[in-house]
C-alpha cells in the first residue's frame, strides 16, 4: 500500500483501505448511535452551543465503529478532527471510510505495518501551515510520546546539530520513532516546538497512557496539562471491567471457534481487565486460574473461587492464555514450548510486549502457518507441536473481534468528550497546569446518569433530611474520592 | 449460480461456493480435529476394521469444519459419502471446499435459495446408476422427508398418473419439494422406491427431525428404522445446552456486536436449547424473562432467577428476542411493531417458521436494510422504527456465527458414527424394525468417556462390592433408563 | 429418655421431645403453609370431597415443620395419620409437637439412638387392634423395609418356628431390626401378615427407597403397589437439586460459621443433590472439585467449570467434602487422616454409610471432641491433626439445619399427597399391581403449576394450531416420556 | 437482669450471660484460630516484641468468636483490654464467656436493652482510678461519640454549671446517653477530660463511624488520631463485600428457612455491602431488583443484570427486602403497609433506622407476634396480612446469624491490630494529628498476603526488569493510591 494521502472531493486527507465500505460503516454507525446514550446526549445538551469552534482535535485511538461516533461528536461540537488508530490491528475500514467520506481526517486501516503505523500518526498530527493540533485524544500515548520525544529531538538538535540516531536502540518501533523525527527535522525543525506551544492538553484513554503520563509529570517532562479519562470510575470500572468481559470471549470465538466450557484457562493478571476475562471464561464454563503479583488482587480472585498460581504451575495443563497485566515478558517463548499442542495464547492488555513475539518469531525452526488473519499456529520443530497465537499479540478483542461493544464506549468517550469540552474551555484560564487531572465526581456521575434511562432503570432520590444525614448534596456527588466502588 | 455438478479431477461431483478455499478448510479442519476426541478415537478404534466398507451414506446436515470431520471419520471407516447441508445459511464455504476437494461429493453453499437447498438435498441422494444411499444421516428430517414424500408420490402416479400438484400448498418450501419430486418423476417413477427397498435405516440429529419421527413412527408411515440421536444424553444435554450457550452469545456478536450486559433479553421457550440460551444471556449480565407453555420447565426457569412472563408482556421493552421453541407463530410482526426501537429478533430453534418472516417481508410498507449478509434492520413505515432480523429468521448461531464448537460436536457426531455402525452392522440382522430406536446407555456412557480425557477429568472406579451395592454392574451403564441427568 | 407412649388429652398416642414447644411449631407451621402453595391448594381442592376418609396413613419420613403441613394436608383430606422420622436427626422438636398435639399420632425427636428410631418406627406402624395402616408414605424405605423383612421372619416362624437372628449380621442397624420383629413375633406372629393383606401402597420420597423397591419389582419379593414419586420430574429435578442446593451452605454455615469462599470443595458424586451441592459451593466462592464414577455425569461437571479428580487426588488440599452419591464407603477413615486440619466431612446422601464412621469411631486413640450437637471434631493420634464431621455422617442439611426450604418441599409433598389419592382411589381397581410406577406426567405438570402463580409467573398457552404442529393437546402434558428437563 | 460487674477468681471485671459457656465458646475460638492466618501470623510475628506493653484499650466491637481471636490476639501482644459489644443482639454469649474467663473484661450479652447497651459501654470506658484507656477499638463510633459528648458536657458545665438535659432530644438513645453523661458527671466531673487527655488515638472498623470521623475532623471537633480501618481494601473489598456475600443468606435461612430461588428480592443500596448482598441472593436463584441514589453504582448494578427500580415500583410484589444503604428512613411503615403478606424485612447497614421500626411499633392496631428470638410477624389491622421482621431491624447476620466468618474477618481485624500497633508505636512521634488517617497500601498488601497461603495461592514474582517497566518495587506497593480494585 503505497503511503500517499487522498483527498475527498470536499478537499479533505485521508488515508484508508476502501472508501466503498463508507456505506456499510455509515449503516453500522448509525445502529452504534442508538446504543451510545452519552455520546448523543452530548450532542443535544452542548451542539447548540458550538463549544469546539475553531479547535483542531488530533486523535489516535482504535478507529472502530464506536470510535466513529465520538468523532462526529466532536464534530457536532464544531471540532475540526483528523484522527488515527492506535493500533495496527484496530481499525474498522469500514468506519475509516465512512468517517474519511464524511466528518474527519482518517488515516488508519486494519493490518498496518509498523512504518504505516507512524505515518498515519504523523499524518493525524500534520495540520498544515495553519498549525494544529490545539487538543488531542489518545490512547495508549503514541502520540504523545511522539510530541515529546520530537521536542526533545528538536532541543537537542538545536543546541548542537545532532541528529535522533534509530541505531541507537535495539526497540524496532523506537527505531522507526526516530527516523520520522530525523526525517522531519530536516523539512521542519521547529514543528514539535510550534505544536507545544499550541496544544492546550491531551486527554487519555488507557492505563498504558496514563502510567507513561504520571512518569512524564513525576520527572517534570510533561508538556501540557492531561486529563487522565481512564480513572474515571465510569470508564475503567466499565469499559475495562464489562468491555473485555464481552470482548474476550468475542475475540477468542471469532479467531479459533474453540469451546470455552471445559478448558483449563489462564488469565495472567487480575486487574479490570483480568476480572473482566476471568468473569467472562469462568461464566463460559472454563476453570479458571489467574497470576497475579499483588497480593490483594490475588485474594479478590481467590473469594471469586479462582486457583491462583504462577504461570510455570500451569503451562503445560492450560488450553488458554490470556494477558492482561500492562507489564511486559509475561509469556516468554520458553513458556510457549512447554504448553500443550494447540494452546491459544493471546492477549488483550494495552501492548504486545506482554508475549514473547520477538522470541517466538525468531525461534530456530519455528514455523508459522496463517490460519486467518490474526490467528496464527506456531509449530515447534522439536515436536510439531504447535500453539495458537491471536492478532500476532496484540489487542486481540480488536485485532480478532470488533472491540468493545457501543454501550459501555459511550460511557469511555462522554469521559472523553467532557475532558475535551473542560481542557478547551479552560485553555486560558491557568486552572489546568503541566499536570495529570481526573475528571471531578459529579462529571463521573453524570456519565453515568446519562446511560440509565436507555435500560429502563429508575433511581432513588435522596430527601434532603436523609442527604443531611449522611452529609451529601441531595444532587451528589454521593461520595467520597477515595471511594472503591 | 448455475446449478450444474462440478467434478473433481479424481471424477468426485460437488457444488460448492470456492474450491479455492480448501486450503483455509483444510486447515481449519486439522484445527477441529484436535478439539474432537470423540471422532478420532473412533477412526482409531474402528478404522482398521472398515465397518462402513461398500456403504454409500448421503449425509443432509450443516456443511460446518465439524461436520467435515465427521465425513471424514465416515470415509475412514470405509463409507462413501454424499452431503449436503440442512439450512440455507449454516455452511461454512470452505469446510465444504476441503471435502469436496479431498473427500466426499458435497453439495452446499452458503446462503442458498430455497431452490437451491432442495436441488442440493436432490443431488445428495442421488448415488446414479450403481444405487444408493444405503444410510442417511439427517438433521431437521428433510432428506427423510424428500423420501418419504417421493414414495407418496410414486405410489399415487403408479395407481391413478396423479402427479404431484405444487399449488396445492401455500408453502413455498412444500412447493418445491413437489415440483422437484414431479419432474423426478418423469424421468424415473420409481426412484424413491428403489431407495426405500436399499435404505437400511437413518440417524437423526436434533429435536425437530426426531419429532417427525415419532409422528411417523406413530401413524405407521415410517419407511426404515431410525436412530433417534438427539436423545442420547451425550447429544441433547450437551449439544442443545452448552452448545446453545456458546453460540447463542457469539451469533449475537458477530452479528451486532452489541453490549448483553444490561439489556433485557427474552428467551421463548426454556427447553434444552432455551437453558443454553437463558445462561448465556443472563452470564452476559443481561435480564433474562422467559416465555414457555410447560409449567415444569417454567418452574425450572424461575429456580435460576429468571423471571417468566408473556411475549406480550415485555415485548415493547425487551431488546433482544431469541426463539428456542421449535413451535411455529412465536414472535408474529404483529409482536415486531410493538418492539423497541432497533430490537434485536433471531431464532435458534431448527426452522424458521418461529418467527413471523413471512408476515414481516409482506408488511405494507415496510424497508429492509441489510446492514451485512444475515443481518437486517426492518423499518415499519408507521414510526421509522426499525427491528433487526439476525439470519433472516434462521438458526442465527449457524447463519451469524460458526455454530457450535468442535469438542460439544464432537459428542454428537460420535454418537451419528456409533448410530450409523449399528445400523450398517444390523441391517440384516432384524434387530431394528420401523421405529424410532435411541442407542443403548453404555454407548452414550461410551461417548462420554471419549471427552473425559482431554479435559484432563479422572474418573473414580467402583469397587465390585460398590457396585453390587446399587445394582449396577462395575464397567456401567450406571443410571436407570428414566435417569434425567 | 424412657420409651413411653404419652397420650393427648383427646386420646391420641406420641411421643415427642418437648410438648410445650407445640406453640412455637405453629406459628412456624402458619409460616411454612404461605409458602407452600401446592399443599394449600390441594386442600382447596381436594378437602371438600374427602378422598381419604376411612384411610390410615402412616408415615416414615423427616419430621420438619414442611412435613408436618403435609400431614395436615392428609388429615384436612380425610386420613388419620401416625408418623415417624426417617432419620435420627432430622425431626424438628417443635414441629412434631404441634402436630402430636392437634393432628396426628408423632414418635419423633432430634437425636434418637437406632434403638428408639426403629422403636418409633414400629409405633408408626401400629394402629392397634382395629388394624392398619392402609398406606404408606415412606422416605429411604426404612418402614417398607421394616414390613418385608418382618412378613419374612413370619412365615419363617410358621414354617419351622425359627426366630430372627440378630447376631446373625454385623450391621448394627439391623441387628436392631431383627431383634424388634423377633420379640413382636412372640406377642403376635401375624402381625405383617395381616399389614401386608391390608396396605393398599406406598408411596417412595427418595432414590435411595426407590433402588430399594425397584430390587423388590426386580426379584418379585415386592408385596404391594409403589409409587416412586422420586422419580416425579417435580421432585428429582427440585428437591434433589434446589432443596440441596439451599440446604448444603445452610447446613454448613449453621455447624461450623466457614468461610466457603477460598476453598477447595470436593462434591463425591454429581446426580441431582451433587449438581445442587456444587452450584451452591461455587457460587459462594469455593473451587469445587467433583469425584464421579459415571462419564455423562462427570462431563456435566466439567461444562460448568468444574475439576473431575479422584478423591485421591485432593484428599490432603482440599477444605470441605461432601458426599452425596447413596453408595457407601465413598470417604474411609484411612482418606480422613490424609485431610488438612479442620477438613470439614460431610454427608448429604440419604443414609449414613457414605462417611466410614464406623472406622473413623473405632480407630484407636481417635478422640472426639463434640463442639455442639452435630459438630464433632475428630483428632488423630498421631498429628493431633482434626477434621470435623458434622451430624455424624447422616444427612447433614437436617441434622445441622431444617432441612429443604418450604417451597421446594411443597413441590415433592403435592407429589406425596397426588400419590397417596391415586392409590386409594383405586385400591380396588386392580389399576396398581405389585409394581414400581410413577406418576403421569400430566400430573407432575399439574404440581409445577400450582406453583408458580406464588412466583408471579404467566405460562404461555398454545393455540390449537400450534398444539397440533408439534402434536401435543393443548393443555398438556407437553413433553414425551423420556424428556430430560 | 441486675446490671452488676462480676468478679473472676483473678479479679478482672465482667457481666456476661453465662460463664458456664466458656468451655463451648473456647472450642469454637480454637476453630476459628484456624481460619484466621493474619491474626495468628500477627501473634507469632509481635508477640515475642509486646508491643502493648504498658497499653489499656478499650473495644466496642461485636463480640462474637471471631472478636474473641481479635482481643487475645491484642492481649498476646501485651495489651489489657476492656471490651462491649456495638450492637445490642451481636453477642455471641459463649464468645463471651470464654474472654471473660480467660483473657480480658467483658460486659456484653445477646439481647441488651439499650440502658444496658450504654451501661456496657461506659464499663468498657472505665478502667479505674489508675486511668485509662489509652486506646480505642470502635465499630461504628458509639465509643468514641460517648467521650467526645462526655467531653462537651463537662466542658459546659464547668463553664456554667449546665448539665445536659435527656428531655432536650427525642432520640431515644441520645437521651441514654445524656442521663449516663449527667450522672457521671456528678461523681467525677473530669472523668471525660483525663480520658481524653490520655488516648492515644482510635482505629474504626466500619463505613458509619468512619463518616463521622470525618464529619468531626471536618468541623474540628475530633479529640484524638484516627485510623480508618473500614477503608483498608481488605477490610471494606473483603469484608463488607464477601463477608455479606456469605452471612446475608445465612441471616436469611436461620432466622426464616426461606427458599431463596425463585423470589423476588429488594437490595436498598449497591455499596460494598449491597453488591454482596445481591450477589449472594442472584446465586441464590433469586430474581433481585437494587434501589440506588448514586448513577454509577446503579449502573453496576444493571451491568450484572441487576434491575434498578425505586422501592415504590416493587413495594407490592417483592418477597424479601434488605437495607444495606447506611442512611436512614428506607423503609417506612407505610411501605411495609403495602408489602405481600409475609414479606421478610431486614437490614444489614449498621444502624437500625434504615428501617422505620418506631413507625411499625407505633402503628395503631399492628399486632408483633414472636416466631423466635429476633424473628417477629409483625400483622397490620387493615387486612391481617403481616410482614416478617428480622433482629427488630438491627443487623440481621448478627442478630439472626453469627455475623461474618473467620476468614474475612481475619482481613478486618489484622488491619485492626496493625492500626493499634501504629497508633502506639507513633504515641509521642507527633506522625498522627488528630485527623483521620488510612493505612499505608503496603501494609493492606501485607495483610492480603497473609491469607493467601492458606488458600493454597502462589504468588508470581516481578523480576526488577518489570517493576521498573511498571514502575513500582519489587516488593510492591503495585498499585497507585487512587487504584480501585
Redesign the interface.
Known sequence: MALLVETTTSGREYKVKDMSQAD?GR??IE??E??MPGLMSSRVEFGPSQPFKGAKITGSLHMT?QTAVLIETLTALGAEVRWCSCNIFSTQDHAAAAIARDSAAVFAWKGETLQEYWWCSERALDWGPSGGPDLIVDDGGDVTLLIHEGLKAEQLFEKNGTLPDPSSTDNAEMQIVYTIIRDGLKTDPKRYHKMKDRIVGVSEETTTGV?RL??MQANGSLLFPAINVN?S??K???DNL?GC??SL??GL??A?????????AVVCGYG?VGKGCAAAL???????VV?????????????????????E?VVS?ADIFVTTT????IIMVSDMKKMK??AIVCNIGHFDNEIDMHGLETYPGVKR?T??PQTD?WVFPENNSGI?VLAEGRLMNLGC??G?????MS?SFTNQVIAQIELWKEKTSGKYEKKVY?LPKHL???V??L??NQ?????????K??AD???VPVE?P?????Y??
Chains 1, 2, 3, 4 share one sequence.
Open positions: 456499510f449503516l453500522e445502529l452504534a442508538v446504543e465503529i502510567k504520571y512518569q480513572d470510575v465510569t475503567s470500572k466499565f464489562y468481559r464481552h470471549p468475542d470465538m471469532r479459533t471457534d474453540v469451546m470455552i466450557a471445559g478448558k483449563i479490570d469462568k461464566q463460559g464454563g472454563a476453570r479458571v497470576t497475579e503479583i499483588d497480593p490483594i488482587c490475588a485474594l479478590q480472585a481467590l473469594m471469586e473461587g479462582l486457583q491462583v498460581l504462577t504461570l504451575d495443563e500492562g507489564n511486559k515478558d499442542n494447540n502457518i490460519i486467518k499456529r495458537i473481534a470488533t468493545h461493544p457501543s454501550f459501555v460511557c481526573v463521573d456521575e453524570k453515568a446518569s446511560h440509565l435500560l429502563g432503570a429508575k433511581l432513588t432520590k435522596l430527601s433530611d436523609q444525614y449522611i452529609s451528589g454521593y461520595k467520597p474520592a477515595h472503591r466502588y
